[in-house]
């Protein structure tokens, strides 16, 4: 065995042992589909990521936008900002299973990895609404501050944060009790949160500054603030890096976890929007919704190596890789 | 009658909160036209980020002085009715002919939009040029619901008949020599 596959096995061991019995499918298997949400195509297109091909396409109505996947990747959930609904796809069968009404303007969405809870931000709503979906049913909602966009939720599913766009603020709510219990000021305008590997921090895009917020979650207090390319919107991690797609500047930011220090810009399709690591951390994914395309960057080369064009207005806001 | 006066004086009162403000689904519309001029000749009139007054709304082009710094020069845009649009350079690529901007202030009433965003790129055809101007923006209501004239489709009208009607004067001014 090499050391890489050992590594792996150990992680999926100590993964196991700590998850029980949910423990991420994905991890350490290779990623093979794309769902991307095309907002403008009224749609949602299924890439083969061997061939980079859109393979099928999904009508899903109501300007699709956010996505998220169940622990399992055995379902995408959708949200339609204009539809107000929060939708439902099994991957397997490429088919809508069930669709509920959430709220006004649902846009980011994530998934509790322990208990599989979906959390909806309504950014018309100022709230963050969880759905369990046994019984697709709303069953909490708390207030956050204006127009929250993107959601993350910590790697042991205690904790959820909602970038609120207008309140220039992190919310930090309590996964268990749903209650808000903090707040975090940041740059201006926070679009796309996501918490590092490990999760002892969380990164903030921030749309009308142009920088990322880099947030301690032990202390609630921003640590660092790294600049980088025009309207960021979202941010992954590979490779011991940070990846951020900058929509006005046609490009990803790259810059170092260890000591937050610039590594490279690596130009991209125009508006890049949405951005998910691949399990083994080889590639980043990027929606381009200027150029209606999924683009494949290699985390090693740090180049754009792949491309599939894709229906009108790819955005795949959140976690769309299984 | 007077619970709508309330609602209109209310609204009126958060526009200005608004100003940065947007709905979460943004529109695209691409325009293009063919023009019998050299590509090097468009570009000189598109490419110049100190003149807008290609566009026959536009009255007077302010912009920042010294060099062109992507993010950095604004602009401020007066428009024959008299509304002020302030943008900022987002792409300035002379190598592609590409020229982008990225609207900071917005007049509703003359473009009902929010984060009006514009690429336009010059390309040679044979000695001829196809000029096409992307436009990326959202309606200019932050809601659900909008009222018509701040609706998605009001919005997206505006953009076209706007880019349209620039594309054409630009096509007359470089055709009308001849």
Known sequence: ?322 | MNRIVIAALALAAALPMLANAHGPSRKKEVSTIEIDAPADKVWEVVGNYRDMGWHPQIAKTEADPGEYKKEVTKRKLTFKNGAIFTDTLTRYEPENKTIAFLTNDEDLKTLPVEGYSSTISVADEGGKSKVEWKGAFYRGYMNNDPPPELSDKAAIAAVTAFQKEGLEALKAKLEGGK
Request: glycine share 10%; with cysteine; aromatic share 6%.
């Open chain 1, 1 to 322: 065995m090499t050391r890489k596959g050992l590594a792996r096995r150990m992680a999926l061991a100590v993964a196991l042992c700590i998850a029980g019995a949910i423990a991420p499918a994905v991890a350490g298997e290779a990623v093979r589909e794309a769902f991307v949400t095309s907002q403008l195509a009224d749609s949602v297109g299924v890439v083969d990521l061997a061939t980079m091909k859109q393979v099928a396409e999904i009508a899903v109505p109501g300007k699709p936008a956010g996505i998220a996947m169940s622990p399992q990747r055995d379902f995408a959930y959708v949200t339609t900002p204009d539809g107000n609904e929060l939708v439902a796809i099994d991957t397997s069968v490429r088919k809508v299973v069930w669709r509920l009404n959430v709220g006004k303007g649902p846009l980011g969405i994530a998934v509790n990895p322990r208990s599989g809870a979906v959390y909806v931000a309504n950014w018309y709503g100022d709230e963050i609404v969880s759905v369990d979906p046994k019984t697709q049913q709303v069953t909490h909602r708390v207030k956050v501050g204006r127009a929250p966009s993107g959601i993350a939720v910590t790697e042991d599913g205690t904790t959820i944060l909602s970038a609120d766009r207008e309140s220039d603020a992190i919310s930090i709510i309590d996964a268990a009790s749903f209650t808000r219990t903090g707040e975090v000021k940041v740059g201006e305008h926070p679009f796309g949160v996501a918490i590092e590997p490990g999760g002892k921090r969380a990164f903030a895009a921030n749309v009308v500054s142009n920088d990322v917020s880099v947030i301690d979650l032990g202390t609630r207090k921003v640590t660092a603030t790294v600049k980088v390319g025009a309207r960021p919107y979202g941010v992954a991690f590979a490779n011991g890096n940070a990846f951020v797609t900058n929509q006005a500047a046609r490009s990803l930011s790259v810059f170092r976890l260890s000591d937050l220090q610039p590594v490279t810009t690596i130009p991209v399709g125009d508006y890049p929007e949405g951005i998910e690591a691949t399990a083994d951390g080889t590639a980043v994914y990027v929606a381009c919704w200027g150029d209606n395309l999924l683009q494949r960057v290699d985390t090693t080369t740090l180049k754009a190596d792949a491309k599939a064009e894709v229906s009108d207005g790819p955005r795949s806001f959140g976690a769309f890789l299984r």
